[in-house]
């Protein structure tokens, strides 16, 4: 079981480049969330899914998109990059049916950075 | 979403010290999730916390749920330099997701 994963680890783009963050799961959960974390300002959420198909925003979602066509998978987009968007990006996923009802388990993060 | 306010920023500690920590919000909580943030990794759940007043353990960790139900409390007894990392508070903020507090960076000296 590997849990949940993030690729890539670490990126730099420039201004204005695009480019997709994948984050997997094999825990079979429904729901799957992307963050972002800047110093001093702890976890932000990005966008979440509650089930394959459907996506919903979060706290600062502008700059960003995201799709979920398989279960397992969530990726996270940014069309044309800006320095405001260096950050590290975490994906979580959680099983609302069993177990401890909200935690949430993340991946190990992806370091971005925008120049 | 409620706001939640964790304090103290940081920390700096010598190692076999306890460490006590807090978080407050503007509002009321059903439940309170304690994670830590290794340096380099993902946050990972240390206490999950269902009922007010409830005290629960986990080895050297101890959490409360505040009896208002809008604060709640993480205790570190007998710290070793492993602690280090951010510990953040969380609590469920609609059905779906949970809000973060900004977290609390805990650092030990051997």
């Not at chain 2, 309170?32 to 080895?59: F, H, M, R």
């Amino acid at each position: 079981n590997a849990g949940v994963t993030q690729t890539p680890k670490f990126r730099v783009l420039k201004t204005g480049q695009s480019m997709t963050l994948l984050c997997a799961q094999d825990m079979n959960h429904e729901y799957m969330y992307w963050y972002r974390q800047d110093p001093g300002m702890g976890l932000r959420l990005i966008h979440y899914s509650v089930g394959e198909g459907t996506t919903a925003k979060g706290e600062v979602p502008d700059g960003y998109n995201v799709s979920r066509l398989k279960k397992q998978n969530f990726l996270l987009g940014l069309e044309s990059a800006a320095p405001s968007q260096t950050s590290v990006y975490f994906c979580a996923s959680r099983d609302p049916q069993r177990g401890r009802l909200d935690e949430q388990f993340f991946g190990p993060g992806t370091r971005l950075t925008v120049l | 979403g409620q706001q939640l306010n964790q304090s103290p920023q940081s920390m700096f500690i010598q190692e076999g010290e306890d460490v006590s920590m807090n978080c407050t919000s503007s509002s009321i909580f059903n439940t309170w999730l304690w994670y830590k943030q290794d340096p380099g990794e993902g946050p990972v759940l240390l206490i999950a916390l269902y009922k007010a007043g409830e005290l629960t353990s986990n080895g050297r960790l101890t959490a409360q749920f505040g009896i208002t139900r809008k604060d709640s409390f993480l205790n570190i007894s007998a710290s070793i330099p492993s602690d280090v990392g951010i510990y953040f508070c969380a609590g469920p903020n609609s059905g779906y997701a949970l809000n973060f507090g900004k977290g609390t960076s805990l650092l030990v000296t051997p």
